[in-house]
C-alpha cells in the first residue's frame, strides 16, 4: 500500500511537498516510482517519476522547472516539491510503484496501475487559487 500526504490548499505562487511512504511495500525495491494526477472529467496526467535503483527523473512539460521528485536517503518515502503552483495544478495527486516494467515514467505508472501491475494511493487534495 502506498500513503500520500502533504496536500493542501495554497494561494498562485506557493508551494507544497508531497510525500508517499510505502507500507509493506519498500519503495527501495520498486522499479518505477511517480506521480499523476487528476481533475475531475478530466483525463489523468502524469507528473513525475523516479527510478530507485537510478534514481533517474522524468517530468511533465507542464511541471518542469517547478516540481522535483526525490527519494529520502533511506529509500522509503518519495517526495514531490511543488513550487510556483499554478491554478491549473489543482488536482487529485497520486503515488504510485511498480516493480517491474521496461521504461520508468509517470505516464507508464497511470497505464499499470490501471492494469492492477502497480501499486497505487488513496491520492491526496491539491487545490491552488
Known amino acids: 500500500q502506498l500513503v500520500e500526504s502533504g496536500g493542501g490548499s495554497v494561494q498562485a505562487g506557493g508551494s507544497l511537498r508531497l510525500s508517499c511512504a510505502g507500507t509493506?511495500?519498500?519503495?527501495?525495491?520498486?522499479?518505477?516510482v511517480g506521480w499523476f494526477r487528476q481533475v475531475p472529467g478530466k483525463e489523468r496526467e502524469g507528473v513525475a517519476s523516479?527510478?530507485?535503483?537510478?534514481?533517474?527523473?522524468a517530468y511533465a512539460s507542464s511541471v518542469r522547472g517547478r516540481f522535483s521528485i526525490s527519494l529520502d536517503t533511506a529509500k522509503i518515502t518519495v517526495f514531490l516539491q511543488m513550487n510556483s503552483l499554478k491554478p491549473e495544478d489543482t488536482a487529485m495527486y497520486y503515488c504510485?510503484?511498480?516493480?517491474?516494467?521496461?521504461?520508468?515514467?509517470?505516464?507508464?505508472?497511470?497505464?499499470?496501475?490501471?492494469?492492477?501491475?502497480?501499486?497505487r494511493g488513496q491520492g491526496t487534495q491539491v487545490t491552488v487559487s
Open positions: 504510485a510503484a511498480s516493480v517491474g516494467g521496461q521504461y520508468c515514467s509517470a505516464p507508464y505508472l497511470i497505464r499499470a496501475q490501471e492494469k492492477g501491475t502497480a501499486y
Open positions: 509493506g511495500i519498500h519503495l527501495s525495491s520498486a522499479f518505477c
Open positions: 523516479i527510478r530507485p535503483g537510478a534514481t533517474t527523473t
